[in-house]
């Protein structure tokens, strides 16, 4: 008895008559848009900073020391906006902007005592709103959700 091979697209009904607003990228651009206009008044509410120089507050918190580039990848920002943000947090004190020893025309960011101060703020904010946002799924559905999601950027890293 041979094993039956997986189809190489799904088949199904749901999926063959498919409508753009069903679609994952659409449903997740969605979700995008109407977390982070909750984000964006939370942010300014509870930390006085915007969502980007909050974001790369974050960032920089969670994996100093980084690059302008490093920052730029890890919060999904181009090279340009980290760079703003990086030099608005520098100037309200909350980041510290050295030369980088490895590359002379590079600098590392790191977090100044003001800066993890804000970032123990911050970090407590996203904690609420990510709560507030999942807080409609069990816990079971969102240690699924955790997991539905890593597979789909491994995925998504990969092709």
Request: net charge neutral.
């Amino acid at each position: 008895m041979a094993t039956p091979q997986p189809p190489t697209q799904p088949t199904t009904t749901a999926t063959q008559d498919l409508t753009l607003d069903r679609t994952l990228t659409y449903r997740l651009h969605k979700l995008h848009k109407l977390s982070d206009m909750g984000s964006q008044h939370a942010y300014l509410r509870e930390t006085g900073l915007s969502m980007s120089d909050g974001r790369c507050l974050t960032t920089i918190g969670t994996f100093e020391p980084l690059s302008v580039k490093d920052l730029a990848q890890q919060a999904n920002l181009d090279k340009g906006q980290a760079s703003r943000a990086a030099q608005a947090l520098v100037e309200q004190g909350l980041v510290s902007k050295q030369h980088d020893s490895l590359d002379a025309r590079g600098v590392v960011l790191t977090l100044t005592e003001a800066g993890r101060e804000a970032f123990r703020r911050t970090m407590a904010m996203v904690k609420r709103r990510n709560q507030e946002i999942f807080g409609c799924l069990s816990a079971d559905e969102q240690e699924t959700l955790s997991a539905l999601f890593d597979r789909l950027i491994d995925h998504a890293s990969h092709t």
